[in-house]
């Protein structure tokens, strides 16, 4: 089975702290996937990246940024956290090829709320 | 760029009744996708129905598609109170390679 594992379930933080989201998956999936998920405005694309080092804007790339050094990890960072950067954050990967196309699998997700 | 959106909102129904959900989207799909999340977890990718198909089933579940009314739907037959969760659909636009967007659900409520 596939799994996407995110390196917290919940986190707190202060405004103007960096944040590190991290994200694995062990299938030797090309895409990986970041989106924040609020009530009323369902799943929004943050970034995305196909490959190793290669990252693509989603619909809100503001206030974040990413980092794909290895394959199997996809980072999201919060330069300076602000309060309406609370929200849930879900990672995703899916299989390689022309594949944005394919099914996603999720990660649990985290919780974060920036006070 | 939010292209799908599910109707209705939210549904409650009786164990044993089924369920249906309603997708609609506004531009031509190569695919879409149905996806589960319960309450608080990551989402489940249930099932893929592609432009050419017009209708799938896995197990309790059947998905239909019509291209034309640029329409899907979800039926979850026989549904039990574990199938209480929020319910997207997703597509896949058919110009470019570019990611899934999904709509903002439908929240199913299963009472036992």
């Known amino acids: 089975d596939v799994k996407v594992t995110q390196s917290s379930r919940y986190l707190v933080k202060r405004t103007g702290e960096k944040v590190f989201l991290e994200c694995v998956q062990d299938?030797?999936?090309?895409?990986m996937f970041w989106y924040r998920q609020d009530p009323g405005l369902g799943l929004r694309l943050i970034y995305f990246?196909?490959?190793?080092?290669?990252?693509e804007k989603g619909d809100i790339p503001e206030g974040y940024s990413v980092s794909r050094e290895k394959k199997e990890r996809f980072s999201l960072i919060l330069e300076s956290a602000s309060t309406n950067q609370t929200s849930m954050y879900l990672c995703?990967?899916?299989?390689?090829?022309?594949?944005?196309?394919?099914?996603?699998?999720f990660g649990p997700g985290t919780r974060l709320t920036v006070t | 760029s939010q292209q799908g959106e599910e109707d209705p909102q939210a549904l409650s129904i009786q164990e044993g009744e089924n369920a249906t959900m309603n997708c609609s989207y506004k531009?031509?799909?190569?695919?879409l996708q149905w996806y589960r999340q319960n309450s608080g977890r990551g989402l489940v990718h249930l099932i893929l129905?592609?432009?050419?198909?017009r209708e799938k089933h896995s197990g309790r579940l059947r998905v239909t598609l019509d291209t034309s009314k640029k329409s899907s739907s979800l039926l979850i037959t026989a549904s039990r109170a574990a199938d209480t969760a929020s319910y997207f659909c997703?597509?896949?636009?058919?110009?470019?390679?570019?990611?899934?967007?999904f709509g903002k659900g439908t929240r199913l409520s299963v009472i036992a």
């Open positions: 995703a990967s899916s299989p390689p090829g022309l594949a944005l196309s394919y099914e996603q699998y």
């Open positions: 531009t031509s799909i190569n695919n």
């Open positions: 990246s196909y490959d190793v080092k290669m990252k």
């Open positions: 997703a597509t896949v636009s058919n110009s470019g390679n570019t990611p899934l967007v």
């Open positions: 299938m030797d999936h090309e895409n």
């Open positions: 129905i592609r432009s050419n198909e």
